[in-house]
């Protein structure tokens, strides 16, 4: 049901490139969401590595204590990029009996171009 | 052909109600929608009104409630401050319990109504010192329930002491995690993420604990292989499993002392594993409580749907025979796990509720038996159309002995005291799912004296948290509740609903 979803939303996916992450710890989605009248207990990202092929359930599901019923954003963290790599991505909700909901639209794409490191070690020296 | 129009259209007034969007543990949409109509209801339940009852049974207490200073309020306990393990005190069993102050043994029942009332209202100032005190109790290291060298599941008890029982334990914690729930079944947004998962470790550790308690429980009894996986509810053979122990009441059975372990303080931690299981979503303890649940409705009920609790009448011997402790332990019985099967119904798992099995009880002849049997049967005796005797005299089968809610004895007093005893009142919870009808009339059955929570001429024993929560004040007011409600509401046919899917999927910084 999940990858009938995917693939009919996937020919509307919008790039977003970013050049650079300003950082090494991942790529961080958000997303907001609205309890329905079948209240979701957790979320569930996938990822399409090359933005081809199926969609991979990324771990750990994302289960807040409680979701909260009104609108709340929600995040996660893809801490597993490779430089030059392309990804796309999509979520979806589970509800406590383990229905999922359809994906979120439209899809985040995301080209991983290289990754720009924090200065270090800054210091200076007194003047005369 | 109007004689079948007419058909058609008591057909369909006879469907269930509809599809029900949970809310929280005891709560959905569709019951919310009805308790906010009750506020200001004049409609009546057991000769009162809906907005008599909210005013003086809930809003009063929380009223109390939100007044005191916190924290530190009703609902606090210290916990075990002592050195080394905590266990039962044969000598003062109730030591080292949460009692309250205004409801001995009901610390929290104010509390409790506090976040009921928030529910109805939203009133956050009725919300607010519920957190307070939540958060104060979890960081008490006296309830520290993952302290293994406080609350000790792998050691022997010293002379005069023994295992923990849940009793007083999980009554109060049960009245703190359905406040909990009540906040975020009302939407409450007070709670930080990191509190929401500090508090429901807390109310883990405490399940886990009090679980622990109840496996070494069973090991000293007659049936080992209850959480086993797949369970085994094969007795011990032979003595003293299979000896005689107590008759339930005039000409009723005799059960044998390995049933005599299916009683109402075997019947808390399972509540607690239920409860904390489906606030967390934890397979683990959800499946605790199916397990000991199911092991009492195959091998904890006599034909006839009467329990070990039945017994109780005897509590008063040699003196006196005292029916009124009957139905208050029975009542414990009756509440708790009605609660365990309703937490877990709500969830769309109704098969306790439903479960009908050839009896396996010892001694007993394989009837069919059930939940809806038990509680059908204690109806029955509250309508007085089944007449049970707390007696073994031929000569004693008289009112003042008959098994129901307006007998009672008092054991310190030779005389009797006949009030009303509205512990089967759990039994207004269990009948939105079996719409029975002897259980819709024993719940709607006129009551005595003013019927407020502390009224000792219309309850005979309010020191659960009222005589309207449950023996062991589990529900904020059960009138109030599912007064009435049988085919009104289903929460049992979780709606289909809209299971929204995310939105605005984004990158973020």
Known sequence: MVSRWLARWSALALLL??????????????????????PAVKFRVYRQVGCAGAYVALTPDVQPVALTPTLTTYTFLDSTLAVGQTYCYHATAFNATGKESGVSVPPVTFQMLGVLNDPVNM????EP | MRWWLSLLLLLLLALPAHAATRLGLLVTQEELNIWRTRM???????????????????????????????????????????????????????ANEPHGSRFFRGNGADLNRSAFVFLLTGDVSYATPVKTELLNQIAQAGTD??????????????????YLTPFEFVPWLMRLLLAYDFLNAGGYTGFTPTQKTQIETWFTNAATFFHGMEVLGYSFGCYQGIFSTPQDLTPIGGSPCSDNNLTLYFNGPTIKFGTTWFFNQGTLAPLLDAAVGVLTNNATLKTYASKAVTAFLTVGLTDNGAHDDFSRWQ?????????????????????????????????????????????????????????????????????????????????????ARLLSWDTDIDPNNPGFVNTGNYYDFSSMAANLFYQDAAVTTAMGRALKGTNTNLAPASCNDQQFGGCFSGVWGFWPDLPFLYGNMQGVVNPYTLSAGVLAPPTNLRVVP
């Not at chain 1, 090494?24 to 009248?37: F, K, N, S, V």
């Not at chain 2, 005190?89 to 109730?94: A, F, G, V």
């Not at chain 2, 329930?145 to 023994?162: E, R």
């Not at chain 2, 109806?379 to 707390?390: F, I, R, S, V």
Request: glycine share 10%; aromatic share 10%; proline share 3%.
């Open chain 2, 315 to 399: 509590d008063c011997l040699p003196q006196y025979e005292c029916p009124g402790a009957m139905w208050a332990h029975a009542g414990g019985t009756y509440s708790a796990l009605t609660q365990a099967m309703d937490i877990l119904a709500r969830t769309g798992d109704t098969s306790l509720y439903s479960r009908v099995v050839a009896n396996q009880t010892l001694g007993q002849s394989g009837a069919s038996v059930g939940w809806q049997k038990a509680v059908t049967l204690w109806a029955q005796m509250a309508n007085k159309t089944t007449l049970l005797y707390g007696t073994t005299d031929v000569t004693h089968q008289t009112t």
């Open chain 2, 145 to 162: 329930w993952a302290n293994t060298s406080k609350f000790c599941l792998s050691q022997s008890p010293p002379v005069g002491k023994t």
């Open chain 1, 123 to 126: 210091r200076g020296t007194l």
């Open chain 2, 40 to 94: 200001t209801s004049s409609a009546t339940i057991n000769g009162v009104t809906f907005q008599s009852i909210y005013q003086n049974r809930l809003l009063a207490d929380a009223n109390l409630f939100r007044a005191q200073s916190h924290p530190g309020g009703d609902g606090f306990w210290v916990g075990y401050t002592g050195a080394g393990c905590l266990w039962l005190d044969l000598n003062s069993s109730e």
């Open chain 1, 17 to 38: 490139v970013l050049p650079v992450l300003s950082h090494a710890a991942g790529l961080r989605l958000a997303w907001d969401y609205t309890q329905g009248t079948d």
